[in-house]
């Protein structure tokens, strides 16, 4: 018999005909919502008593096992006697609810969320209306502020409120405008600090003939965030309602459909003139992933896989002019020092390096230069994290040194522009580098407002941001972020206000109070979600969340099912403590061993020194105190432009009063 859970309102339990299954009291739901916040993962039976009592009583694991029988009976009434249950299981030391994900509504909601990516209007508007129609009140509506559930209820709480939007949008796109004006107006009255709600609903106004009453809304929400949140509207608020203003056309509701014929006609007179031309169709398909790159979310990760493809069907001709060409022509900035998918880096630097190998001696100076950019680039995080730089490493180095060299001496701007993002890649052999890494971000900017050169441009204000919060010049920071933006909303780049938006939440991390900063971090960690950059996403929320506990001397909360990702092994050792297990905490931070040499090498050596120093490690306290040694005037670890665990020179005070 299936079973359909549903915790978007109150917990509830129904089987495959829609009755109500008896689930008896509040005890046994509460067990049954933390089984679905655990997402078909085990939890054990002593986290359940903690979770269920602030003090549990004397027989409390006799009573969970006794809520358990209970919730298996009521959700397999059929099952027969001494035979396993199939979906609320006992595993190890405690239990999973083991049901398909289209068996939990907001399991299925996130599904339906995820899998919006290259949708069109229609579509979108479509399927989030079904979804949206699941939602019967707040999230697990009847239990209260229970500590283990909150970050839950607040995912699930920003997911519906995104739906709201997009399908708002996608109802304004579809010739809707004025339908979409109701659910707009419900949305920033209840949640009056979503800007994007705010730009919806005045778009819905002005395409609805209502010029002043869209008008009047951005002037409301700019006195709101003003008098609430301290803040200015963002770029993409201002730019509309300059555009408003002056009645720009692109605001007309046709100008899509038009848009959309002009791409659709050209298509077609490009791939039949093209059709038997294999070469330059696969340098054009390379040239169009460049652009697909920047949409973020599916555009993103279509981008590198079709990349890959047209690169090895270049190898397949047997033309390595031709190869370096598809290969260099894909010049797209990269920001992050931890490539999305390592594999693929690993392999297209492989191609790039039998292609130099192959190109003809003499000439190709500019395909050369590309190919040299590309392996600076994917090599990103390559660099040893101990012991001297050799090997692949090595070449690296040398291979961002190399394109840079070329770039300035053929004089061309966009090549040195793509080298010089290689040679930013390359610059985290050693702390302290901040000073070195703003240099390049200044010459990015003014070398690509010269030339038009705008993706390189945000990129130089985004390396300017990481790079003046390091040295805490919030204020030029402020200005980079402010620039990058105005580009972005210029120019169609989604996935800068990714960075802005947690460079921003850094900032109150810096400045704030905890609460505020947790709830800038949570506000974040929203927009990572459908971004298509696993490379960034993976471990970073926790960790942030971590950072300003840490900044604040607050305890250390233990959530047992984060994913700290890549940071897992410098993160252990600080759980440990806070849990007063220091034996542990030591075993792992020997197991641990030196960080990698990225953006985040700073905050890692700052939770060794942390744990350290608790433990009483003296070999990891001096060789923390040597790492971190060269950025003794920065933050550590805010030349990410995402975190901070304070002041590089607070953790060398630390190690020194401890080691003497």
Not at 634 to 651: F, M, N, R, W
Request: glycine share 10%.
């Amino acid at each position: 018999m299936r079973v359909e859970f549903g915790v978007l309102g109150a917990v509830v339990a129904r089987n495959g005909a829609g009755d109500p299954l008896p689930l008896k009291g509040p005890r046994h739901r509460a067990v049954l919502a933390r089984l679905v916040v655990a997402h078909r993962r085990v939890v054990p039976v002593n986290q359940l008593v903690a979770d269920l009592w602030d003090e549990p009583p004397g027989d409390a694991v006799g009573t969970v096992r006794t809520f358990v029988g209970g919730l298996r009976r009521a959700i397999e009434p059929e099952r027969p006697p001494r035979t396993p249950p199939r979906l609320l299981v006992t595993e190890g030391p405690g239990y999973a609810l083991r049901v398909p994900k289209d068996d939990v509504d907001a399991w299925r909601f996130e599904q339906v969320m995820d899998a919006l990516d290259g949708a069109g209007p229609a579509q979108v508007a479509e399927r989030l209306a079904e979804a949206l129609g699941w939602w019967r009140g707040p999230a697990f509506a009847d239990f209260g502020d229970e500590h283990w559930l909150r970050a839950e209820r607040s995912r699930l709480t920003e997911l519906r409120l995104h739906a709201v939007e997009r399908r708002a949008e996608a109802r304004i796109a579809l010739g809707d405008a004025a339908g979409a004006v109701p659910d707009l107006d419900a949305q920033v009255a209840a949640h009056p600090w979503r800007e994007e709600a705010w730009r919806l609903l005045a778009l819905a106004l002005y395409r609805s003939a209502r010029q002043a009453d869209a008008l009047s809304v951005l002037r409301r929400a700019r006195a709101m965030l003003r008098e609430h949140l301290g803040v200015d509207p963002g770029p993409r608020l201002r730019r509309l309602e300059e555009d408003m203003l002056r009645h720009a056309d692109h605001l007309d509701a046709d100008t899509g459909s038009t848009v959309d014929q002009v791409w659709a006609g050209a298509a077609a007179a490009y791939e039949g003139s093209l059709a038997s031309r294999a070469r330059t169709r696969l340098e054009s398909t390379a040239g169009l992933m460049r652009d697909l790159a920047v949409t973020g979310g599916g555009g993103l990760e279509s981008a590198r896989r079709h990349r890959v493809a047209a690169v090895a069907a270049a190898e397949q001709l047997g033309d390595p002019e031709l190869t370096a060409r598809v290969i260099g022509v894909y010049d797209v900035p990269a920001i992050w020092t931890r490539s999305d998918d390592p594999e693929q880096a690993r392999w297209l630097v492989g191609a790039a390096e039998r292609t130099l190998r192959l190109l003809p001696s003499g000439g190709h100076d500019a395909s050369r230069c590309r190919l040299l950019a590309t392996i600076a680039v994917e090599s990103r995080g390559s660099l040893p994290a101990d012991g001297p730089v050799s090997g692949a490493a090595a070449r690296s180095l040398g291979a961002a040194r190399e394109a840079e060299e070329i770039a300035r001496r053929l004089d061309d701007a966009s090549l040195l522009a793509f080298a010089l993002n290689g040679t930013f890649m390359q610059t985290f052999r050693r702390a302290g580098l901040a000073a070195r890494r703003d240099a390049i971000g200044a010459e990015l900017v003014a070398l690509s407002a010269r030339h038009q050169l705008v993706r390189y441009e945000v990129l130089g204000h985004l390396i300017r941001v990481q790079a003046r919060s390091a040295l805490s010049d919030l204020a030029g920071a402020d200005r980079h972020a402010a620039a990058a933006d105005a580009l972005a909303a210029r120019h169609e780049l989604p996935l800068v206000s990714v960075f802005t938006t947690w460079y921003r939440a850094l900032r109150v991390a810096m400045t704030g109070p905890p609460d505020a900063a947790l709830a800038a971090y949570e506000e974040a960690a929203g927009q990572l979600r459908g971004a298509g950059m696993p490379g960034l996403r993976k471990g970073l929320p926790p960790l942030a969340l971590l950072s300003v506990r840490l900044r604040h001397g607050e305890p250390v909360a233990v959530d047992r099912d984060a994913d700290w990702g890549p940071y897992g092994s410098w993160v252990r050792p600080v759980l440990l403590v806070g849990e007063g297990r220091d034996e542990e905490a030591g075993a792992a931070l020997r197991a641990a061993g030196p960080p990698p040499r990225d953006l985040m090498s700073e905050a890692m050596w700052c939770l060794v020194a942390r744990a350290a120093v608790a433990v009483g490690d003296r070999a990891a306290m001096a060789r923390a105190r040597t790492e971190l040694a060269p950025a003794a005037s920065e933050q550590g670890g805010a030349g990410s432009g995402l975190i901070t665990l304070g002041p590089v020179a607070d953790h060398l005070g630390m190690l020194a009063a401890a080691l003497a």
